[in-house]
């Protein structure tokens, strides 16, 4: 076995040293309080029901639903009637590395790099599974469960296949049949992010990253969009704020540090972009999630 699959840390919920993903069903016969963890979790509604709270609100939860969230994002389960979730998570650095290769792919892009950041998200993704569909992802994420009890050193990319194969189910879904996939995201959109994710402090502008990438800044902006629903700036926004969320999760450093070190020296602009992406001030947010708590 691995050893400690996910540990918690007062509100905060992360994966131990030695390992990089996770899957398993919970009941929540009562709520379970706001948390936040340091990783990419995917929630499976596999039955029951209950209420979903984030900083969008309260949401209703059938057998189907699918919640994905980004790491930072804080959310709890309320108004739970036998209810059973499938919970997958992987680390952020398994997301960074080995699933890389999805920031290209129409599909897995949309689902963990562009879509939750789109419009409102802020983060969380949603979407529904036929009952086939749920069927389906369902056999991947017990295969991958059961792959996560043996030795990492041999299973690490059994481990990323199943998973890839579970996450594949939501992403179908949360794009629909109907919809308008291109073969490929843009490699130019695929370049934009990286060198944004790569230097988030810069004091990036639309015709600087346009230059740098030999666009007109208006055509970055539309191939941007195409991509991810957002423009450049915007998906920049949000990456600043997520950057800030795990420094304020796993760091002393003062807030105004954490603001200037992603890209935000105004101490008041930063506070405000990160309530409007959280729901919570900076303050607030770490003071939340750093009280005792113990899984419901």
């Known amino acids: 076995m691995h050893g400690e699959t996910i540990r918690q840390t007062y509100t905060l919920v992360h994966f131990g040293d030695d390992s990089i993903a996770y899957a398993g069903q919970h009941l929540h016969a009562t709520e379970m309080e706001a948390h936040t963890h340091s990783f990419v979790e995917m929630a499976l509604v596999v039955a029951g ?14 057998v189907g639903d699918v919640v994905l969230l980004r790491p930072g994002v804080w959310h709890g389960y309320e108004e739970c009637a036998g209810l059973v979730v499938h919970n997958c998570c992987f680390s952020a650095e398994l997301l960074h590395r080995e699933l890389a290769w999805t920031r290209e792919d129409p599909l897995l892009g949309h689902l963990l790099w562009t879509g939750p950041y789109a419009g409102h998200g ?8 036929t009952a086939d569909e ?9 295969a991958m469960s059961e792959l996560t009890t043996r030795s990492l050193r041999l299973h690490r990319s059994d481990i990323i296949a199943r998973l890839s194969l579970a996450l594949g189910y939501a992403a179908r879904a949360a794009l629909g049949e109907a919809a308008q996939v291109s073969e490929r995201v843009h490699p130019s959109v695929v370049e934009a992010m990286r060198r944004m994710e790569a230097r988030p402090a810069h004091p990036w502008t639309l015709t600087e990253l346009a230059g740098d ?13 195409l991509a991810t629903g957002l423009p450049p ?5 949000r990456l600043r704020v997520e950057l800030a969320a795990e420094q304020l ?5 003062p807030i105004n540090a954490i603001g200037e070190s992603v890209g935000w020296a105004d101490p008041n602009y930063f506070a405000r972009r990160f309530r409007s992406h959280f729901g919570l001030s900076a303050s607030a947010y770490r003071s939340k999630f750093a009280r005792p708590y113990r899984l419901g």
Not at 49 to 62: E, I, M, V
Not at 134 to 142: I, N, R, T
Not at 233 to 237: C, D, G, K, P
């Open 122 to 129: 802020r983060g969380v993704l949603t979407t529904h599974l």
């Open 249 to 253: 999760l796993h760091s002393d450093r």
């Open 134 to 142: 749920m069927a389906g992802c369902v056999a991947e994420l017990d």
């Open 233 to 237: 700036m915007a998906f920049l926004s």
């Open 49 to 62: 029901s209950g209420a979903h709270r984030t900083h969008a609100g309260l949401r209703p939860l059938q």
């Open 213 to 225: 990438l030999h666009l007109a800044p208006g055509y970055l902006v539309r191939l941007f969009k």
